[in-house]
């Protein structure tokens, strides 16, 4: 019997062919490839000190938009940003110094296809106490003038296209990482092939660039995946609205509590991600996804430079909320955090035999479909905790523009399309138990409306 196993393992393909194609294949990764790195720029084009979007879009000028701002041209970028390069590239590298260097606790990640574990070092404590000392550093020596925030604010764009530029030159060097055999060990098949992802090995060069070919590209004990995923973009974009504030508190001697209020919500949700970087270990991005330009462009510019629209705009146009208003966009965030940490706790209980008293469906893979407490509500209660939160840093400029709503729709379309892809996934794996699971709890996100 042993025997049987062990053939049978060495027979498998590590690495099949993929065969399902998202995001409508080459074309539709293409058409994002394109269309989302302008799209940041516009909107970073529609949020600036001398021209903001008031109301639904009724001052939208396509000359202000398309003509005048910040924005050069793509061989100034490339050749002529030296300055921008050299600050972007010192903040990357200098935090995988770190991510590597600083203390912190080795834990084994999911299994792999070959059997084998990958180690994480999980230091988000040791990080984020560095990053606060060595701000409050700065704000003391510099007499709160902290240049740093000050160059970020004034070329927010400039970084903005950088990042952008330094996502595609990432995903190229992965890209052809994953083509080179593994140096100086082996997987746990036994040989020197790199694990690549399921979704990420067509064969064509575009979609495989996009999508991500390896899952797991690391360079020495850096894992580029999960380092990008929780440090250069998630950073950025709190440094990128601490700089709102500190504008706003040097030119008027005072701070609108708007503005703190977003700092505070989004500070919090940041550093939360950061502390608990253990609970990504188990997250689709990291255990099922390839690092391509999807997601090196999603963590170092869409994150930072669209996550920070509301903390930008509210230093623009600045706006004073009533008592009401801010007890209520609260208590939206932290209803929104509470549903979405309750409910992944709730599920991570349940996988580890701890509430065995919870109703669930039996599936033929000896696994259970959880479909009591909060997953009887819907089948991605979490996501729908996610999404409140967003809400509530979107209500933060309550009516003044519609523009900074674009986050909360944006991300809905993206737990959506996750969902979709997890539901694609589910029945497939589990059959008959998941059509079971699908009657037992038919709304798939929001309860009694999706």
């Not at 020197?192 to 991500?212: H, P, T």
Request: proline share 3%; with cysteine.
């Amino acid at each position: 019997m042993t025997e049987t196993i062990s053939t049978k393992k060495k027979t498998e393909v590590l690495n099949p062919k993929t065969e399902h194609f998202e995001f409508s294949g080459v074309s539709g990764a293409l058409a994002i490839s394109i269309g989302l790195p302008i799209l940041i720029i516009i909107l970073n084009q529609m949020i600036r000190p001398n021209y903001y979007i008031t109301g639904f879009f009724e001052n939208f000028s396509f000359e202000e938009v398309f003509q005048k701002g910040d924005l050069k041209s793509i061989q100034d970028y490339l050749f002529n940003m030296k300055e921008t390069w050299v600050y972007y590239i010192l903040w990357f590298f200098c935090l995988a110094i770190l991510d590597v260097s600083l203390p912190g606790k080795t834990i084994n990640g999911v299994e792999l296809r070959d059997g084998s574990y990958l180690k994480y070092k999980i230091n988000g404590i040791a990080l984020s106490s560095y990053l606060i000392i060595l701000l409050a550093y700065r704000f003391k020596t510099t007499n709160g003038q902290m240049p740093e925030l000050q160059y970020l604010y004034k070329h927010n764009l400039d970084i903005c296209v950088v990042s952008i530029l330094f996502s595609f030159f990432l995903a190229v060097i992965v890209y052809a990482m994953s083509f080179i055999p593994l140096f100086g060990k082996k997987n746990g098949a036994g040989n020197k092939e790199r694990i690549l992802a399921l979704g990420g090995n067509s064969g064509n060069v575009i979609y495989d660039w996009f999508i991500g070919r390896e899952l797991n590209p690391r360079l020495g004990p850096l894992d580029i995946k999960l380092f990008c995923e929780l440090r250069p973009g998630m950073l950025l974009w709190l440094l990128i609205n601490i700089a709102a504030l500190h504008k706003v508190w040097l030119e008027t001697g005072k701070i609108n509590n708007a503005l703190l209020l977003i700092n505070l919500l989004q500070g919090f949700y940041i550093f939360d991600g950061v502390l608990n970087e253990e609970g990504c270990l188990t997250m689709m991005d990291i255990t099922t996804d390839g690092f391509g330009f999807m997601l090196a462009f999603g963590d170092l510019s869409l994150v930072p430079f669209t996550y920070s629209l509301q903390a930008r705009y509210l230093s623009c146009n600045i706006i004073e909320l009533t008592n009401w208003q801010l007890v209520l966009i609260t208590a939206v965030m932290f209803g929104g955090y509470f549903i979405f940490h309750s409910s992944n706790q709730q599920k991570s209980d349940f996988r580890q035999g701890k509430l065995p008293h919870l109703k669930s469906i039996q599936t033929k893979r000896t696994t259970k479909l959880l479909c009591d407490g909060w997953w009887a509500k819907s089948q991605h209660m979490n996501y729908m905790g996610d999404w409140l939160i967003s809400l509530s840093w979107c209500l933060t400029t309550w009516s003044s523009t519609a523009l900074t709503y674009y986050y909360s729709l944006y991300f809905f379309t993206l737990l959506l399309h996750r969902q979709q892809r997890d539901e694609h996934k589910c029945r497939e794996k589990y059959g008959e138990a998941w059509e079971e699971y699908e009657k037992a709890v038919p709304y798939k996100i929001i309860p009694y409306i999706y």
